[in-house]
């Protein structure tokens, strides 16, 4: 395929963008998010307050650039977690097979089994809710995908014939796993990952939309829907915006998975 | 054309389903022609699915009935609702005061100890049952603790020394010490002799409405009791259906799309969002909402602090922000609708003042403020929107709170009952119209004191009060009563909120009254 992918650039552009947006508000926003003024109570977009404020009085915008900041954040963090243990027990169960992976895969359907923002609220409601709950119990469950997913790379390079020539070569396994297979693995992890990364945006939005995410305190943007969904016919701002952001968000990810597929040449 | 005239038919169709929708708006009783209704937009499409039903109405509540033992019911919200089902030998009335209901007359010796109550003919339980003066004793013995090993169902009750029925007509309750104000007790609900804890579930009453069933978490249905004793207060509605919606924005959504006719409680913050469908009437909740401290644990307990904290708030904007300024600020344990109790001065003894609290910070050892947890019920939107309010303003003075919101459940078992808290915002609501529901609470040893504030001087007054025959004097003691929890700041009195009725505009009836009760009975379609 060499026709240029035009799901990479805008996805690309629009993931630059959106990285730009939440990075700002990492830094700096316009005024403290968490600010009340009793004047500016559900005032519209204005030159300034452009995305007008909440029924608190507080600056929509700061705290879109804050929800965003922290959804993101939380979002990575699930991803690495869901990641980085998904890639090993999946790595290690495609290569050695045996009962053990049978044992691990049985548990990983059973886990898939549940929806995972279901799971991860049973799993809060027993923790209790909070950033880092939220990151270790969204993570957990994200797991068992990646883990499938490598496994399954894993089990297509194990036989060929370049792993067996390094395995007569007497390359130790841990080698064979990470130099060898690895490598080939990327376009599928790629596009997993962005798979990942959409769900893990949306994971942690809804479990805030519940109230069980992080802190209402904390401007968060699944909270924000759902502060704003009580004013959606007077104030439509208040959800336009923080909805906006994650509908972008996930779309611009969303393209570069798809433009890593069709690239690499990736069947979905 | 095949597909024209299938268009065509469509068109017919759905002409032809749009009065029946508009038939609906009016609750099925008497059809107005559709012009009249006074707005286009009303919330038809699920009303219409109601036909079948006629009569009926289905009322969203923002929390869980959690125990519904009419006599041990602990939540204001679970008294709201049962007040429609349960009777005692009076009963509230709008205005505050008592009238006969079970009991046709009472007399009150002048001792002010032995209250004799007449007992109405022809009332009879939703079993069919007339009611006995058996009945009523036993009601009577198990609110004083009969069944709960002598700890008294209703507080009051502990005053009770005998509980007799000399015939069959007349019941006499004597008390240990005189009160004046202990006929407002006896709304206590009158119960079938031998219920004993299955009441919670058979839930047999003498009021208007009989108990249909019950779904935790989902809802509560009642039907007109036809052998109601009072021809001209008999229920207007035929079935009304509680629905448990623990979500502010999911219950504006339910008006709208047309699945509810009633919601009391809403926040009047929301009223742009539904003034245009739907009546709307406003008023204030007949409770105290507050920052309620616990002032058993650190650093509550120290008196400094607690003032410091209520400088560092800023009521009136608390006000303005979450009732759009139309709550009422109470400074104390006492809601404005008891004119004859209400002190308005005393909401002006903490002024906002952050130099102030800052000083009175530094002398109870706090100088960079501290850290605390505010434990909100988070069906609640005006709590969660207060707490907000209040963490930002605690900032100022270097005081910083985390919000916990809870469900409604775990607060009343771990805040209110267990007392596991470190502050809590929520609203107190009295059962009656006398001082002593709002003031007896927070006596060093009364089991719903959960703020568990002790103070030597405060048990004093109000026990004077409790006993005093001299109504004048116990106003008095009363007030000053008031006034200590307002010096010591027992805890952050806030206001007593606004709060929003919104009802289908087809239905009238509404009454208000002084206490927090809903009485369905008077409500219908016009």
């Known amino acids: 395929m060499k026709h240029k992918s035009w799901y990479l650039t805008i996805g690309g552009i629009l993931t630059a963008c959106m990285l730009a947006f939440t990075a700002a508000g990492l830094f700096w926003t316009p005024y403290s998010p968490t600010a009340m003024s009793a004047p500016d109570r559900n005032a519209g977009p204005s030159a300034a307050h452009p995305f007008g404020c909440d029924q608190l009085g507080r600056d929509i915008l700061s705290r879109t650039l804050e929800g965003a900041g922290s959804t993101l954040t939380i979002a990575l963090a699930v991803l690495a977690v869901g990641f980085v243990f998904g890639l090993l027990i999946g790595a290690l169960c495609g290569y050695y097979g045996g009962a053990a992976d049978a044992l691990v895969m049985r548990l990983c359907d059973a886990i898939a089994a549940f929806p995972s923002v279901l799971l991860a609220l049973v799993v809060l409601a027993v923790i209790g809710p909070g950033k880092y709950n939220v990151i270790g119990a969204l993570g957990v469950l994200f797991i068992p995908s990646f883990a499938r997913l490598v496994r399954g790379e894993f089990l297509k390079y194990r036989d060929r014939d370049f792993v067996r020539s390094a395995r007569l070569m007497g390359v130790s396994d841990l080698r064979i796993i990470f130099v060898h297979i690895l490598p080939n693995t990327w376009p599928t992890l790629l596009s997993g990952l962005t798979i990942g990364f959409n769900n893990a945006v949306l994971g942690e939005a809804s479990m805030s939309y519940l109230g069980i995410g992080v802190n209402p305190t904390e401007p968060s943007l699944g909270y924000m829907l759902k502060e704003a969904q009580g004013f959606l016919f007077t104030t439509p701002w208040y959800t336009a915006f923080p909805a906006a952001i994650v509908i972008l968000l996930i779309l611009g990810v969303g393209l570069i998975g798809e433009g890593v597929r069709e690239r690499m040449g990736v069947a979905s | ?526």
């Open chain 2, 1 to 526: 054309m095949p597909r024209f005239v299938k268009r065509a038919l469509l068109l017919l169709v759905v002409l032809a389903m749009l009065p029946a929708s508009l038939y609906g708006c009016t609750g099925g009783t008497e059809p107005t022609p559709p012009g009249a209704s006074n707005s286009g937009s009303q919330p038809s499409a699920a009303q219409s699915g109601e036909l079948p039903d006629g009569n009926s109405v289905t009322v969203g509540i923002a929390q869980d009935l959690s125990n519904l033992d009419p006599q041990l019911a602990a939540t204001a919200g679970v008294r709201e609702v049962l007040f429609n089902i349960f009777e005692g030998l009076v009963k509230a009335s709008p205005d505050g005061s008592v009238t006969p209901a079970v009991a046709s007359d009472y007399e009150l010796s002048p001792d002010g100890k032995t209250y004799t109550f007449t007992l109405r003919e022809g009332v009879t339980f939703h079993n069919g049952n007339q009611v006995t003066a058996e009945d009523v004793v036993y009601s009577l013995e198990r609110c004083a603790g009969s069944e709960n090993e002598g700890t008294p169902l209703v507080s009051a009750f502990s005053n009770v020394s005998v509980i007799t029925s000399p015939d069959p007509s007349h019941v006499v309750v004597t008390l240990a010490e005189p009160s004046l104000e202990f006929i407002y007790s006896m709304t206590a609900p009158i119960i079938p002799k031998d219920s004993g804890p299955d009441i919670a579930s058979t839930m047999v009453g003498t009021g208007p409405f009989c108990f249909v069933s019950y779904a935790p978490q989902d809802s509560l249905v009642m039907e007109k009791y036809d052998g109601y004793w009072n021809a001209e207060k008999a229920a207007r509605l035929d079935k009304v259906t509680f629905k448990i919606i623990t979500d502010t924005n999911a219950l504006v959504i339910g008006l709208k799309g047309g699945t509810l006719d009633l919601v009391i409680h809403l926040p009047n913050t929301l009223e742009n969002e539904v003034k245009d469908q739907f009546t709307v009437l406003q008023d204030t909740m007949k409770l105290v909402q507050a920052l309620y401290l616990n002032n058993a644990v650190e650093p509550f307990n120290n008196e400094l602090v607690r003032q410091a904290m209520y400088y560092a708030i800023d009521v009136p904007a608390i006000i303005e922000f979450v009732c759009d300024g139309a709550g009422v600020a109470t400074g104390t344990s006492m809601y404005p609708a008891q004119s004859r109790y209400f002190l308005p001065e005393l909401a002006e003894k903490y002024p906002h003042d952050v130099e102030k609290a800052k000083e009175l910070l530094a002398q109870a050892g706090y100088p960079d403020g501290f850290e605390m947890s505010i434990t909100v019920p988070s069906n609640y939107t005006q709590h969660m929107e207060t707490a907000q309010v209040i963490i930002e303003q605690l900032k100022k003075v270097g005081i910083t709170a985390e919000l916990i919101p809870v469900e409604w459940e775990s607060w009343v078992n771990d805040v209110y009952r267990g007392r596991d808290y470190q502050s809590t915002v929520c609203g107190i609501a009295a059962d009656d119209m006398t001082a002593r529901e709002m003031l007896v609470r927070y006596m060093s040893d009364n089991r719903k004191n959960f703020i568990g504030f002790a103070d030597e001087e405060y048990d004093q007054v109000l026990a004077q009060a409790l006993a005093s025959l001299d109504e004048e004097e116990q106003t008095a003691l009363y007030k000053r009563a008031e006034e200590i929890l307002n010096e010591r700041a027992a805890s952050l009195w806030i206001q007593d909120a606004c709060e929003l009725v919104v009802m289908n505009p087809a239905l009238d009836g509404f009454t208000f009254y002084c206490t927090y009760v809903l009485d369905m009975s008077a409500i219908g379609y016009k």
